[in-house]
C-alpha cells in the first residue's frame, strides 16, 4: 500500500513539474510573440510582458519590463499600478544592480510624494540617496534631493527645503544635468514663491522653462508655465496667467497627465475667483476634486475642498462653506500638510467673523501669524480677516487673543474642530 500511495505522489510530482515547464513555455512565447508583433512600439504592452516573462521565470526580463510598466502607469496617473511595478522591480534587483535600484527607489518614493504619504516617500528616497551617492550616479542624487526638498516644503518647511534643493542644483549644474536642474529650479520656485519673493520665483521659473524647451520635455515646460502662470496671478496680470496656464493645460491633456491636468485646473479655478468669475471657480474645483479623488491625489484633494470654501464665503454660503472645510481639515491633517492646515485655519477665522466669535477670530489668527510654515498667502488672508476685526473688536482684546493664539498647538486645534463637527 506504501508502495502504491509513493508511485501516486511521484506521478503527480512529474506532471506538475511538466505543467509548470509547459506553462512557463506558454508564457515566454507569448513575450516574444507580443516583442515581434508590437516591435515598432511597444508601449501599452509593458505590463503584460513584466507578467508573461514573470510567468516564464526570466527575472531579468520581467525586472525590465516592470520598470517600462512603472514608468507608463505613472504617466497616466495610475499611481496604485506604478508603486506595484516599481516595488517589484526592486524585489527583482535585489543586490544585483544597485544603481537601478537607486532610480526605481526614488521613482517610488516620487509617487507617494504624489500620493501626500510623505513618510513612505521620504524613506525610499532616503535609501536611494544612499545608494545613488555610493554607486556614484549624479542625476539620480539631483532627483533624490528634488523630492525630498518638495516633500518638506509640502509640509512648511522652508528652510530644510532651500538646502536639499540648492545642494540638487549644485549637484546638477556640476553634472551638467539638464533635466534635474530644471526639476530643481522649479521646486526652488515654489519655495520662494510662498516665501513671498516673487522676482525671484520668476526668475527660476524663465529660467525653468528655458532649459525645458532646449531639452524639449513637454513635461517640464508644463511645469515652468505653472509656476510663471502662480506669479503672473499674483501680480494681477490676469490674461498672462491664463495664458500659461491654459498652455500648460494643453500639453498635460495632450500627455494624458491627470495630476499635472488638475494643478492646471485648480489654478484656472483661483484665477476665475480672483476675478469674482465664482461659478467657473466652482466648476474648475469640483472637477479637480473629482479626478484627484479618482486617482488619489490626496494634496489635491484637500486643495480643492480648500478652494470651494472659498468660492461658498464669497457667494456668502457660510453653512455650505463648513460641509467642505471639515473634510478639508481633515484630509490635510491626514497628510501632515501644515501650510493646508493653516489656509483652513484662515477660513475658519473668516467664518467666526461672520458668527460674530471675534475673540475666536483673533486667536486663530495670531495661530497663524506665529506659526513657522505660514506662507505669503495665508499670511495674507490672516491679515485681512484681522482688519475686519479692528473695527470691532477693541485693541486690548484683539492683543489678547492675538497673544493667547500665538501659544496655541495647530495640530490641536484641529483635532478640537474635527471633533466639534
Known amino acids: 500500500m506504501k508502495y502504491v500511495f509513493n508511485q501516486v505522489l511521484m506521478m503527480e510530482s512529474a506532471y506538475n513539474m511538466q505543467l509548470f515547464k509547459y506553462l512557463r513555455e506558454l508564457h515566454k512565447q507569448a513575450a516574444n510573440a507580443i516583442e515581434n508583433l508590437y516591435a515598432h512600439d511597444l508601449s501599452g504592452h509593458y505590463s503584460d510582458l513584466a507578467y508573461h516573462y514573470g510567468g516564464a521565470r526570466d527575472e531579468e526580463r520581467e525586472r525590465h519590463y516592470a520598470i517600462l510598466a512603472g514608468d507608463e502607469a505613472f504617466a497616466k496617473s495610475d499611481n496604485k499600478h506604478a508603486i506595484h511595478y516599481y516595488k517589484r522591480s526592486v524585489e527583482l534587483i535585489e543586490q544585483k544592480d544597485d544603481k537601478l535600484k537607486a532610480t526605481v527607489l526614488v521613482k517610488l518614493g516620487t509617487v507617494y510624494v504624489w500620493m501626500s504619504d ?25 532627483m533624490a534631493l528634488s523630492e525630498l526638498g518638495r516633500i518638506v516644503y509640502l509640509q512648511g518647511d522652508y528652510d530644510k527645503a532651500t538646502e536639499y534643493l540648492e545642494l540638487g542644483l549644485t549637484t546638477a549644474r556640476q553634472n551638467n544635468d539638464k533635466f534635474g536642474s530644471v526639476a530643481v529650479l522649479r521646486h526652488l520656485g515654489w519655495v520662494v514663491y510662498f516665501q513671498g519673493n516673487f522676482e525671484q520665483s520668476e526668475q527660476y521659473a524663465i529660467e525653468s522653462l528655458a532649459i525645458s524647451r532646449e531639452i524639449n520635455n513637454l513635461y517640464q515646460t508644463a511645469t515652468a508655465l505653472n509656476l510663471l502662470g502662480a506669479v503672473t496671478t499674483w501680480r494681477l496680470t490676469f490674461s498672462k496667467s491664463e495664458e500659461y496656464y491654459q498652455e500648460g493645460l494643453a500639453i498635460f491633456r495632450k500627455l494624458g497627465d491627470r495630476r499635472g491636468i488638475c494643478s492646471f485646473l485648480g489654478n484656472l479655478g483661483r484665477l476665475a475667483l480672483d476675478q469674482k468669475r465664482f461659478t467657473v471657480a466652482d466648476r474648475y474645483f469640483k472637477e479637480v476634486l473629482d479626478i484627484s479623488q479618482e486617482i488619489g491625489l490626496r494634496q489635491s484633494v484637500a486643495l480643492a475642498l480648500q478652494n470651494l470654501v472659498r468660492v461658498c464665503i464669497h457667494l456668502c454660503q457660510f453653512e455650505k462653506a463648513w460641509t467642505y472645510l471639515f473634510p478639508a481639515l481633515q484630509e490635510s491633517m491626514a497628510i501632515g500638510a501644515e501650510p493646508l492646515l493653516l489656509n483652513n485655519i484662515a477660513m475658519v477665522a473668516t467664518l467666526q ?53 500665538s501659544r496655541m498647538d495647530l495640530n490641536i486645534v484641529v483635532k478640537e474642530l474635527i471633533d466639534s463637527q
Do not use: C, F, W
Open 353 to 405: 467673523v461672520h458668527n460674530k466669535n471675534y475673540k475666536k477670530a483673533g486667536m486663530l489668527i495670531g495661530l497663524i501669524l506665529n506659526h513657522p510654515a505660514s506662507n505669503k498667502n495665508v499670511i495674507s488672508i490672516a491679515n485681512k480677516t484681522l482688519m475686519s476685526i479692528q473695527d470691532v473688536l477693541p485693541k486690548n482684546e484683539l492683543e489678547a487673543a492675538i497673544s493667547k493664539g
Open 118 to 142: 510623505y513618510p513612505s516617500a521620504q524613506s525610499y528616497l532616503e535609501e536611494g540617496l544612499i545608494l545613488a551617492r555610493q554607486t556614484d550616479d549624479p542625476h539620480t542624487i539631483v
